[in-house]
């Protein structure tokens, strides 16, 4: 089988620049920024007052400045929200243009992503000469190119061109096309329990109700940012009374499909994320009461009656 390079075309990116950007940030995001470096990525969320998630994002340092990645439609959001707290910090937050057809490392343009997996990933690094990083969101980086490891089971990389003539050269070297086919790299999300916030589902969770606080987006020795105290509070004091789920269906799942469990009405699961596969059973990230016992058992959704839906372990459940 050739090689297949994944076009990550759907994200949006963000520069953060000035003295002060990471002292800024750190008051503002889950995660802690100073843990930031050239190999070292960060994701994390962005949260309002209530402690509920205007979007998450992953955070790389490139040279004097940062790149925020986020999922599309949500940049102006976030620069607009930081842009209220940035007025006394010396920093500068604006929109990257989701453009690499500017000059050579350019960074006044949003890079080219690309997504490798399996197999691919050793022949791209060898191509671009780059290790593979060894934990996930560790960061290779050449004079155009940085590899980032993405969380999960797979193993999958993220390659961001900052160069329209390096990009053109790991092309052709790399033996295969793009794929139109976005799903093998969706259904890998997926099997992360990955959940990336677009703007349906801004502010409309909290970082527990998506998992965030145990898939290691929220730092809980950081110290105070926007919305910390009711996220702290709730990991701390209080028990989840519902949590995202990873699931197996034994049947397709669509657009309006839920999950069903118990004999109440109301006993229904929002499906967040679903992936249908002829080679495999479809997957679905969905929220659901956090101990599922036999009294809500068996799952099923909501328009297929005579369909199963099985738990199935969470890569970060253990962690």
């Known amino acids: 089988m050739r090689n297949r390079l994944f076009p990550l075309k759907s994200y949006e990116f ?12 750190q008051g503002q995001l889950s995660c802690n920024t100073e843990l930031l470096s050239p190999q070292r990525s960060l994701t994390g969320a962005l949260c309002n007052l209530k402690g509920r998630v205007i979007a998450d994002f992953r955070l790389l340092q490139q040279g004097e400045h940062y790149l925020m990645q986020c999922a599309e439609g949500m940049a ?10 940035a007025v006394f910090s010396k920093v500068e937050i604006t929109t990257v243009p989701n453009t690499d057809k500017t000059g050579d ?22 191509i671009l000469e780059l290790k593979l990083p060894n934990n996930a969101n560790e960061v290779t980086v050449t004079d155009h190119c940085c590899a980032v490891r993405i969380f999960g089971p797979a193993k999958r990389i993220e390659l961001w061109f900052h160069s329209p003539s390096a990009l053109e050269s790991f092309a052709r070297g790399f ?59 709730m990991f701390y004091r209080g028990t989840a009374k519902k949590r995202l789920h990873l699931a197996s269906s034994s049947h397709t799942i669509g657009s309006s499909s839920a999950v069903v ?41 909501s328009n297929q009656v005579d369909s199963v839906v099985s738990i199935l372990e969470l890569p970060y459940s253990s962690e």
């Open 14 to 25: 963000i520069k953060i620049s000035g003295s002060d950007s990471i002292s800024f940030l």
């Open 76 to 85: 102006a959001e976030i620069v607009t929200t930081l842009n209220k707290y």
């Open 105 to 126: 490392g350019n960074a006044d343009s949003a890079p080219t992503v690309l997504g490798i997996m399996d197999n691919d990933v050793d022949a791209a690094l060898q």
């Open 175 to 233: 033996t295969g096309p793009e794929s139109a086919d976005l799903q093998p790299w969706l259904r890998a999300d997926i099997e992360a329990g990955i959940i990336h916030v677009s703007p349906a589902l801004s502010a409309e969770y909290t970082p527990q109700l998506l998992n965030y606080d145990i898939a290691g987006l929220i730092d809980f020795k950081k110290g105070c940012y926007t919305g910390q105290e009711i996220v702290a509070r």
């Open 261 to 301: 469990y118990g004999d109440k009405e109301g006993d229904r699961g929002e499906i967040l994320a679903y992936s249908n596969s002829d080679s495999d059973q479809p997957k679905l990230l969905t929220i659901l009461p956090a101990e599922l016992d036999e009294s809500v058992q068996p799952l099923r959704l």
